[in-house]
């Protein structure tokens, strides 16, 4: 979240990281504060953020390119370690606004669809109608990112999201860490709360292997995306585990 750091010290930290290791380190930037909805003005003030924080992301980024490119001769203030890493960076979005920034400098470019799935395609379309090959990419270079709770059957998967459990807590305006799953949601919530869960739009693809194989090669065609990151919000470990295992029998996916 690049409005919270200052580009100098984002430039030195991941600068002893690739130091350090290699070819093993990429950086992602968004330009959210990271918080809740609602308490983005609380955690600002934590932060310390000056009030152009985010208005300033553009510039930042530009900055931090900076940083990572060999110094000029002369240059009064210089990442160490970072200078000449040349340190690839990604930036993230869950709107047009970073796709098109992402485009017009040339670097590629993570859409949240967990976040705004109403969104991506116009999102990457902005990306790639703003793209300026550069240094980074001669052509666009896009991942998307999705919530996928995949199990054996359709039932087990329903059963191990808590994403409805979480949904509950913050209409109630509780914001909780992961909850455990419940059988009897009626138990719970009241039916005005699973009403209004029930008309949020799906943020995440829950099911079978056949069900998620063929919505997730539905997002990836309707995007042309390039990469897929998955992100995987049960309370259960061992749960976690077999979801993942069942993408990796999709003959459709090479995992890195």
Not at 28 to 52: I, N, S, W
Not at 153 to 172: F, G, K, P, V
Not at 185 to 198: C, I, P
């Amino acid at each position: 979240m690049l409005p919270n750091h200052a580009p100098l010290l984002v430039a030195e930290q991941f600068g002893t990281l690739v130091s350090l290791h290699p070819d093993r380190v990429d950086l992602a930037l968004g330009r959210a504060v990271g918080a809740v909805p609602g308490k983005e003005e609380v955690v600002a003030r934590a932060l310390r953020l000056a009030p152009d924080a985010r208005a300033r992301y553009a510039s930042d980024v530009r900055e931090l390119q900076g940083y990572f490119r060999k110094p000029e001769p002369g240059q009064e203030i210089r990442a160490v370690p970072g200078s000449g890493l040349n340190v690839p960076l990604w930036l993230l979005g869950s709107s047009t606004f970073s796709a098109a920034e992402a485009g017009t400098l040339g670097l590629p470019f993570v859409f949240a669809t967990q976040i705004a799935p109403k969104v991506a395609a116009a999102a990457l379309e902005t990306y790639r109608s703003n793209f300026r090959p550069s240094d980074a990419l001669d052509r666009p270079y896009a991942m998307i990112c999705a919530c996928v709770i995949a199990a054996d059957t359709d039932e087990t998967a329903r059963y191990q999201t808590s994403l409805q459990l979480t949904n509950i807590q913050r209409i109630r305006g509780n914001w909780v860490p992961l909850q455990r799953p419940v059988h009897n949601l009626d138990a719970v919530a009241t039916q005005g709360e699973k009403k209004a869960v029930e008309q949020m739009p799906p943020l995440a693809v829950v099911g079978a292997p056949g069900m998620v194989y063929g919505e997730l090669d539905r997002l990836i065609a309707e995007t042309a995306a390039d990469e897929l990151i998955v992100l995987t919000l049960v309370h259960d470990q061992a749960a976690r585990h077999r979801s993942f295992e069942i993408l990796a029998e999709h003959d459709a996916f090479t995992l890195g």
